[in-house]
């Protein structure tokens, strides 16, 4: 498996630039002050509370929509994928389904593992803007007096994060289009991070780590699970 990882052709540009860009990116926000001065920013602008909490927008059409539309994917993926096992004109596709159901899965897993190790609160909980506890940076150690709160990673921008896997599937089915499959996954996060942003659920640091958490696993979990690229699985053996 090491020796699989470190003769990918797509190690320097896939993984090994992106998790140098996200660690970058993510010590400047743990030791910057642009989440206070994001959320200072939205909260200003809703009128010194979170307007958009729960708002038809954001909390019935981004944030319950996006999840039940990310669930209704999942189940259609699995289903898919069990089908592939049974039908002979699925067989083709059972790699990049298998490959898709264990990045998308674990993806969601993790993050969710994640959320529940760490001790960081939501923005509404803040006492600047309303809660009732201090801030507390992400990797800060937590006053003995607070309990653990439960808000990072951002749990919603994974369920779009999670669908990296879609831009490595295009890849070997088709590559010319991976460019704008990979913009797809990415503004549908935007979109899910910034609305929970909006609501006051999230930090700006808590979503861009759910992408570098997504994009890494997802392309160790292809660089395992795929072939790598120029190969095509449908070439016959």
């Known amino acids: ?34 989440d206070i001065w994001l959320a200072d920013s939205i909260y200003r602008w809703s009128g010194n509370t979170w307007r958009y909490r729960d708002a038809w927008l954001t909390a019935v059409l ?3 929509g996006g999840r039940d539309l990310v669930g209704i994917a999942a189940a259609a993926l699995l289903v898919m994928t069990m089908l592939s096992l049974s039908f002979s004109r699925l067989e083709p596709w059972r790699r990049i389904l298998v490959f898709l159901v264990v990045s998308t899965l674990g993806c969601g897993l993790l993050i969710n593992i994640l959320k529940s190790l760490t001790h960081v609160d939501c923005p509404w909980d803040i006492l600047r ?23 990072f990673p951002a749990g919603h921008a994974s369920a779009a994060y999670s669908w ?21 996954v990415l ?14 659920a999230h930090f700006i640091s808590h979503d861009l780590w759910t992408l570098g958490i997504c994009w890494i696993l997802t392309t160790l979990i292809a660089f395992l699970l795929l072939p790598p690229p120029p190969a095509n699985i449908f070439a016959p053996a």
């Open 1 to 34: 498996m090491r020796e699989r990882l470190l003769s990918h052709p797509l190690l320097l540009s896939h993984l090994l630039m992106p998790f140098t860009a996200f660690l970058i990116v993510a010590v400047f926000l743990e030791y910057s002050c642009v």
């Open 187 to 200: 503004f549908a996060g935007a979109v899910f991070g910034i609305g929970q942003q909006l609501r006051g």
């Open 164 to 184: 990296f896997g879609l831009y490595y599937a295009a890849r070997i089915l088709n590559p010319r289009l991976r460019l704008i499959v990979l913009a797809g």
């Open 62 to 64: 981004i944030h319950e």
């Open 129 to 151: 803007y309303g809660g009732s506890h201090p801030y507390v940076r992400n990797f800060h150690p937590l006053p003995a007096f607070m309990e653990a709160g439960a808000c």
